[in-house]
């Protein structure tokens, strides 16, 4: 990459999405996201020849097991309908007038005549807000309280004396974050921290799977001590939404106040909410393609991807259909086949729930709780309905999109 000034930064795994695609400098932004995507369209052949072998290979096991589609065959050892999929996909293509106030909002506030994939993680905020480790793991205890003592007693343990976090940047660690473990040990956290509000919303989010893994090896036998990834969503995104809930009745920084919103929005929403449900509906026509016996090939492929991107970004954002029609290929999600759309229903569960403690609602801590402990002893579907929400219709996703807008609306607000 090459800022303003010419001076050259090295791209890296780790420092991509983490610092160059959210620097201030708008040429950083541009020439990392050029050349890291430049890199993928020159091999665009080989990943494309790729992801159509796994898809194949998913067509030939639904017909062998007799399914109607290989949706059906995905969400069928779950017990989930495919009309949760499609719910979803419904759902989120009528909300998408949502998504394209926020993009005019955030290019007006940018000052920019149009805006690109690459400054959906540009600052909004004129000055950054630091939050030290130790800081972030009590503003995450304070707005995780109504879950009671004991749950806030061993996050923060597992963060400050039990060492669950390997959280700093250091040479050659990997990009993203993720939690891990096994029954029989505490669960273990990768991070990179930078004492952002993005980095502390990243810390809840992993510390909501940690609690997740936690509370169910304490609590199932081992044959049940695992969860579908149907549900693994839903509890990383319940704190985020805790967090903010929190923190938007509690802090009167304004600077904070956008720099949070923005990573609700333009971080954790945008990844969640319409990377990862654009992402579901190329997977889905790619399947059928496939299923009907049409070919897949990196042209298809790329320009399926750009123009659902075109569709998802509306009429003010520029989209570079070489570049972004790739984006595809840097999810490696879709090896795990119907994997993606579980983000999105994820976020809706986990809004759903925490809105029911944000309300005040009777007894909603304790379902909740009912959920972590559940792990895999009865079906995905089956849990979220006992804790309270029901993802066979659409009204989770549709009160997710009604907080997205309302941080939409206070965004607005702040920034005049």
Same mark, same amino acid.
């Given at each position: 990459?090459?800022?303003?000034?010419?001076?050259?930064?090295?791209?890296?795994?780790?420092?991509?999405?983490?610092?160059?695609?959210?620097?201030?400098? $708008?040429?950083?932004?541009?020439?990392?996201?050029?050349?890291?995507?430049?890199?993928?369209?020159?091999?665009?052949?080989?990943?494309?020849?790729?992801?159509?072998?796994?898809?194949?290979?998913?067509?030939?096991?639904?017909?062998?097991?007799?399914?109607?589609?290989?949706?059906?065959?995905?969400?069928?050892?779950?017990?989930?309908?495919?009309?949760?999929?499609?719910?979803?996909?419904?759902?989120?293509?009528?909300?998408?007038?949502?998504?394209?106030?926020?993009?005019?909002?955030? $290019?007006?506030?940018?000052?920019?005549?149009?805006?690109?994939?690459?400054?959906?993680?540009?600052?909004?905020?004129?000055?950054?807000?630091?939050?030290?480790?130790?800081?972030?793991?009590?503003?995450?205890?304070?707005?995780?309280?109504?879950?009671?003592?004991?749950?806030?007693?061993?996050?923060?343990?597992?963060?400050?004396?039990?060492?669950?976090?390997?959280?700093?940047?250091?040479?050659?660690?990997?990009?993203?974050?993720?939690?891990?473990?096994?029954?029989?040990?505490?669960?273990?956290?990768?991070?990179?921290?930078?004492?952002?509000?993005?980095?502390?919303?990243?810390?809840?989010?992993?510390?909501?799977?940690?609690?997740?893994?936690?509370?169910?090896?304490?609590?199932?036998?081992?044959?049940?001590?695992?969860?579908?990834?149907?549900?693994?969503?839903?509890?990383?995104?319940?704190?985020?939404?805790?967090?903010?809930?929190?923190?938007?009745?509690?802090?009167?920084?304004?600077?904070?106040?956008?720099?949070?919103?923005?990573?609700?929005?333009?971080?954790?929403?945008?990844?969640?909410?319409?990377?990862?449900?654009?992402?579901?509906?190329?997977?889905?026509?790619?399947?059928?393609?496939?299923?009907?016996?049409?070919?897949?090939?990196?042209?298809?492929?790329?320009?399926?991807?750009?123009?659902?991107?075109?569709?998802?970004?509306?009429?003010?954002?520029?989209?570079?259909?070489?570049?972004?029609?790739?984006?595809?290929?840097?999810?490696?999600?879709?090896?795990?086949?119907?994997?993606?759309?579980?983000?999105?229903?994820?976020?809706?569960?986990?809004?759903?729930?925490?809105?029911?403690?944000?309300?005040?609602?009777?007894?909603?801590?304790?379902?909740?709780?009912?959920?972590?402990?559940?792990?895999?002893?009865?079906?995905?579907?089956?849990?979220?309905?006992?804790?309270?929400?029901?993802?066979?219709?659409?009204?989770?996703?549709?009160?997710?999109?009604?907080?997205?807008?309302?941080?939409?609306? $206070?965004?607005?607000?702040?920034?005049?």
């Amino acid at each position: 990459a090459t800022d303003s000034k010419g001076k050259k930064i090295e791209v890296t795994q780790g420092n991509f999405y983490s610092s160059l695609l959210e620097h201030p400098d $708008r040429k950083v932004r541009q020439t990392a996201f050029d050349n890291y995507m430049d890199k993928h369209v020159e091999f665009k052949n080989t990943l494309a020849a790729n992801l159509a072998t796994s898809i194949k290979n998913n067509v030939f096991f639904m017909r062998a097991r007799e399914h109607n589609s290989t949706l059906e065959a995905s969400l069928f050892n779950n017990n989930i309908p495919v009309e949760v999929f499609h719910n979803l996909i419904n759902t989120f293509k009528k909300n998408l007038p949502v998504w394209h106030r926020y993009f005019e909002i955030r $290019r007006k506030a940018l000052k920019l005549r149009e805006i690109t994939y690459y400054d959906m993680w540009a600052p909004l905020a004129k000055k950054k807000t630091k939050i030290p480790f130790e800081k972030a793991v009590d503003l995450i205890s304070e707005s995780l309280a109504p879950l009671g003592r004991e749950y806030v007693e061993t996050l923060r343990n597992g963060c400050l004396k039990e060492r669950w976090v390997d959280r700093y940047p250091n040479k050659g660690k990997a990009n993203g974050a993720f939690s891990y473990g096994t029954p029989g040990t505490h669960p273990f956290i990768m991070m990179s921290y930078t004492d952002e509000v993005g980095s502390m919303s990243t810390l809840a989010h992993e510390l909501g799977h940690s609690m997740h893994s936690y509370l169910t090896w304490k609590n199932q036998p081992m044959p049940y001590s695992g969860y579908s990834l149907f549900v693994a969503e839903v509890a990383s995104n319940f704190n985020q939404a805790m967090m903010r809930g929190h923190l938007l009745k509690t802090i009167t920084d304004k600077n904070f106040l956008i720099a949070l919103i923005e990573e609700a929005v333009g971080g954790n929403f945008f990844r969640y909410f319409f990377q990862m449900p654009t992402l579901a509906r190329f997977e889905l026509e790619t399947h059928q393609r496939a299923e009907r016996g049409e070919p897949l090939t990196a042209d298809s492929m790329q320009n399926l991807m750009a123009d659902l991107f075109t569709e998802g970004f509306g009429p003010n954002v520029k989209v570079d259909r070489p570049r972004v029609g790739m984006v595809w290929s840097t999810f490696s999600h879709l090896f795990a086949d119907y994997y993606v759309y579980q983000y999105a229903t994820g976020i809706s569960g986990a809004h759903a729930l925490s809105g029911r403690i944000l309300r005040g609602e009777k007894n909603a801590a304790e379902d909740y709780l009912g959920f972590l402990k559940a792990g895999s002893s009865d079906y995905a579907l089956n849990v979220l309905k006992k804790a309270g929400v029901d993802l066979t219709t659409p009204k989770a996703v549709e009160e997710t999109f009604a907080v997205m807008e309302s941080y939409i609306d $206070r965004l607005e607000e702040l920034i005049g």
